[in-house]
């Protein structure tokens, strides 16, 4: 499966930003979706996830209650709500399919697809 991430750009501190991730070349369904990032300097870090039944969401601490992960199977779509940013999320996001049995989804390792990510710059 082939993947676009788009969305990103410069914000402000406080300012929301919707990342999406277009999928295509298999069928979307059978994929659980997530969301990496990482900042200059850092390693990749998980940051949500949602199950390809979409009856799981997952997050990283640092972002509950402010990011929403949600995805589209009709339209092939993950797509990622990010409000009350903080210059801590500052980053290139990643957007990343795995299509295991037994989802894990914060080992970045499971992923089998990798988008080529968006930049989030979020100023003071």
């Known amino acids: 499966v082939q993947l676009q991430a788009s969305g990103g750009g410069l914000v402000q501190a406080g300012d929301s930003l919707r990342l999406s991730c277009a999928a295509s070349?298999?069928?979307?369904?059978?994929?659980?979706m997530a969301w990496f990032r990482q900042a200059p300097g850092q390693e990749r870090g998980f940051v949500a996830a949602?199950?390809?039944?979409?009856?799981?969401?997952y997050y990283a601490d640092s972002v509950k209650g402010r990011f929403t992960i949600s995805r589209d199977n009709a339209k092939n779509t993950v797509n990622l709500q990010m409000n009350s940013l903080k210059l801590e999320d500052t980053a290139v996001y990643y957007c990343?399919?795995?299509?295991?049995?037994?989802?894990?989804?914060?080992?970045?390792?499971?992923?089998?697809?990798w988008g080529r990510g968006t930049l989030v710059t979020v100023s003071s």
């Open positions: 949602i199950s390809r039944s979409l009856a799981s969401t």
């Open positions: 070349g298999r069928t979307f369904s059978n994929y659980h």
């Open positions: 990343a399919a795995d299509n295991s049995p037994y989802f894990q989804p914060r080992d970045a390792s499971n992923y089998d697809y």
